[in-house]
């Protein structure tokens, strides 16, 4: 089997996994060495490392894209929610991933449709897609839900999380968690004026559609990291996507842990007395 790593930032540590890996047999193809765009990724390539933090992570979707090779996370990075493994662990989990015992999750995307996408845009999210105000001035945000239409949004923005993206910029924005394998999206603005709008969850089903006026101008669509300006008035649709990403799980990582130990879910002193 070969294995793909993809890291943004070279590093020692990065260095010294690469040589690791190899030295316990594995094969790899690297970002930068062995292919630089996901056309380029060998086609025998069996599973997929991101070595860095979520942004790395989210990266990784536009090189696997619908081949279903696996793709796990090393946290090189800070928080790392959506990675899997600690880089200076690895003890933990490099037999284990070379030996094949990993759990491999279904993710669900977002598809994205919008005449304003630039060219080769990659339209796929695995966290959320998120429009955003621009200039000073609030957002009109109009959203259908399959064809019926809800009070307008007057807010910043709004975005609109998958169930992996729910502990993402959606908590942020105070949008609820839920578990990533739920079949389900939410919808929570961001900033809102209308302090009687709240998160709504809607089912992964759905086709969601909306549209923004603004004083300000243009506003920005973000489909994960990756951003692009829209014109008031530009129509985006917002589907489930026809395939997902396949998430390996390493080590015994499992998504109430990661609640604990990254979020510091539920931390009170009382719980240690």
């Not at 004083?215 to 990291?225: F, H, I, S, T, Y």
């Not at 395939?243 to 719980?271: M, V």
Request: proline share 5%; charged share 20%.
């Amino acid at each position: 089997m070969k294995i793909a790593l993809y890291n943004r930032d070279p590093g020692d540590g990065i260095e010294a996994l690469k040589r690791l890996l190899r030295e316990k047999g594995a094969t790899l193809a690297c970002y930068g060495e062995d292919f630089f765009s996901y056309e380029d990724l060998p086609s025998d390539t069996g599973l997929f490392l991101s070595l860095g933090g979520d942004g790395t992570f989210l990266q990784s979707l536009t090189f696997v894209r619908d081949r279903s090779i696996p793709v796990a996370g090393i946290n090189f990075g800070r928080l790392g929610f959506l990675t899997t493994a600690r880089a200076d662990d690895t003890d933990a989990w490099v037999d284990d991933l070379l030996a094949g015992r990993y759990q491999v999750e279904e993710r669900s995307l977002l598809r994205v449709t919008c005449a304003d996408m630039p060219d080769g845009f990659y339209p796929f999210a695995l966290n959320e897609v998120s429009l955003q105000r621009r200039g000073a001035g609030m957002l009109s945000v109009h959203v259908r839900i399959d064809g019926r239409e809800l009070p307008a949004y007057w807010s910043d923005g709004l975005v609109i999380a998958t169930p992996t993206g729910s502990t993402a910029y959606n908590l942020s924005v105070g949008g609820p968690i839920v578990l990533p394998t739920s079949d389900v999206m939410v919808i929570a603005p961001i900033a809102p004026h209308n302090l009687n709008v709240r998160p709504l969850v809607v089912p992964l089903s759905s086709f969601v559609e909306m549209q923004f006026e603004s004083r300000g101008g243009n506003a920005l669509l973000a489909v994960d990291n990756r951003p692009f300006e829209i014109r008031s008035g530009t129509a985006v649709s917002l589907a489930k996507g026809r395939y997902g990403l396949r998430y390996a799980a390493l080590s015994d990582h499992n998504f109430i842990g990661a609640l604990r130990t990254k979020l510091l879910w539920g931390e009170d002193r009382r719980n240690t007395l």
